[in-house]
């Protein structure tokens, strides 16, 4: 048996950078020197270098600040760098950036609810009466798809917030919201006699979400008391795996070779498993280098239509709630409740984790920064 470390990103497969520096520190060092590359396919790179700064200003004085005046900075940081990466995906041009046609495409009345959880937020589409809305265009630029509402919809916060990965233990704790995002390891193994194949390793619990959402792809499941010898060498060789209580190996077909067309065999594997995952897996964030797992994205449903879907679409609408909930309605947060516990945990977790992202979509090949 031989095996491969194989991640179905197609060409989105991170570069990891190591640094010394805090993470967000060298984040904010990557997209400063944007700039000043030629060699990245990134429109207008000194034009949109204000927004990158402003954005920049925005998060470093939130760092410093008590949480509740750094979730309010922590959305305009976002929404700065949201029309950056827009204009330098070249889906607005730099131009709207100085016009007041322009809007966040987000808007919240006030409210009077108990729980965060059911915060309404209403999300405009792509364009009205001549305005372009950020929101709905950087879902594009995050998934590839186009919004596909035309009218404006609204949405409550628990609907999106099982994709909020860096505050998942906190959701399922106080809320009973289980996680919508799927961690996933995965490799291209051999028989070394006629037959590859692609291999997940996926929680028992996930499997059903895996098979609906990608059915026809795998057609063995393995539990782990029925994995043999080689596949527990394969995988501890591979990924240090020694553990496999609850998890399921999830294997494609077999893809039959010979001796003759074994690489164009390979490459049809590579290019089937690449397509079958295009739409639903993202790197991860942390930890690639060391572990080489990846996110399962499933769509997600909203307005009765399941669409696709990005974490960092949930943590930018996160980060709006809690910015107009601060500005107008702080009650709601008040001291020694669970409004006010989660909402501090995603301003002490999840904003280094959306400056990875919004990094990823900055650079091509995309790049994670991780701390030796």
Not at 206 to 211: A, F, R, T
Request: charged content about 20%; glycine content about 2%.
């Amino acid at each position: 048996m031989a095996f491969l470390n194989f991640i179905p990103l197609g060409t989105n497969i991170p570069y990891v950078l190591n640094t010394t520096n805090d993470i967000d520190n060298q984040i904010w060092q990557e997209l400063t020197a944007l700039r000043y590359l030629r060699n990245i396919k990134l429109i207008g790179r000194k034009a949109i270098a204000p927004w990158i700064d402003q954005a920049k200003t925005y998060y470093c004085d939130a760092k410093k600040s008590n949480w509740r005046s750094s979730g309010l900075l922590y959305y305009y940081c976002f929404l700065n760098l949201a029309k950056a990466l827009l204009v330098g995906k070249k889906h607005f041009s730099y131009k709207l950036l100085n016009t007041t046609s322009l809007y966040h495409g987000l808007a919240s009345d006030l409210q009077t609810i108990k729980d965060i959880i059911d915060f309404e937020i209403e999300i405009h589409p792509i364009q009205q009466r001549n305005k372009k809305n950020v929101f709905s265009n950087f879902y594009k630029i995050l998934t590839l798809e186009n919004w596909p509402f035309n009218d404006k919809i609204k949405i409550k916060l628990k609907e999106i917030l099982s994709y909020c990965k860096n505050i998942d233990s906190e959701l399922n704790d106080i809320f009973n919201i289980n996680s919508s995002i799927i961690a996933l390891q995965s490799l291209i193994r051999d028989n070394e006699l006629d037959s590859l194949w692609f291999e997940v390793l996926a929680p028992q619990d996930k499997i059903n979400v895996l098979k609906d959402t990608i059915p026809n792809f795998f057609i063995n499941f393995i539990e782990n008391n029925n994995f043999d010898r080689m596949d527990k060498n394969d995988w501890l060789l591979a990924h240090r795996k020694m553990n496999f209580q609850g998890f399921v190996l999830m294997r494609s077909n077999k893809f039959k070779y010979n001796l003759l067309n074994k690489n164009s065999i390979f490459n049809q594997l590579i290019y089937e498993s690449n397509n079958v995952f295009k739409n639903y897996s993202i790197p991860a964030d942390f930890n690639l280098s060391n572990f080489q797992h990846w996110l399962f994205i499933p769509k997600i449903n909203l307005n009765n239509k399941k669409i696709y879907w990005h974490p960092l679409l949930s943590d930018y609408l996160f980060s709006f709630a809690l910015s107009h909930i601060l500005r107008y309605q702080p009650q709601i947060l008040k001291n020694l409740t669970i409004n006010e516990f989660i909402s501090e945990a995603w301003c002490k977790q999840s904003p280094v984790s959306m400056l990875q992202y919004n990094l990823m979509n900055f650079t091509n090949p995309p790049r994670v920064v991780e701390k030796y």
